[in-house]
């Protein structure tokens, strides 16, 4: 089993930066990856970014590429999503979700992942 635990939510401005880290207990190994999703509402949940735990090879979506970039910190076995110049459409809750040995064709789908956060709110409004 492994537990998530999002943290660093909040509201912020327009153009402003977040950071969101989630915090991974339990069998957690170097064939994971780590990622994180989101869904706002009256939406379908969508990937985001992920990072693979063995290597730090990172993949995003289209809509984030550039603006946000994710971390990892093999000791305190964490991973961060840095977000900067947010928009009124990345307001959603963000999930973060953990699954172990997926192939590239799967990273950017929700059902590789076996494990996941309870969900942090990030709204972005002026």
């Known amino acids: 089993q492994v537990q998530l635990v999002e943290s660093g939510g909040g509201l912020v401005q327009p153009g402003e930066s977040l950071r969101i880290s989630c915090a991974a207990s339990?069998?957690?190994?170097?064939?994971?990856?780590m990622g994180w999703f989101r869904q706002a509402p009256g939406k379908e949940r969508e990937f985001v970014a992920t990072?693979?735990?063995?290597?730090?090879?990172?993949y995003y979506a289209d809509s984030v590429k550039g603006r946000f970039a994710i971390s990892r910190d093999k000791a305190k076995v964490t991973v961060d999503l840095q977000m900067n110049s947010l928009r009124p459409e990345d307001t959603a809750v963000y999930y973060c979700?953990?699954?172990?040995?997926?192939?590239?064709?799967?990273?950017?789908?929700?059902?590789?992942?076996?494990?996941w956060g309870q969900g942090i709110q990030v709204t972005v409004s002026s």
């Open positions: 990072i693979r735990w063995n290597g730090g090879q990172a």
């Open positions: 339990g069998r957690t190994g170097s064939s994971y990856a």
């Open positions: 979700a953990a699954g172990a040995n997926m192939i590239l064709s799967e990273v950017r789908n929700s059902r590789a992942y076996g494990y």
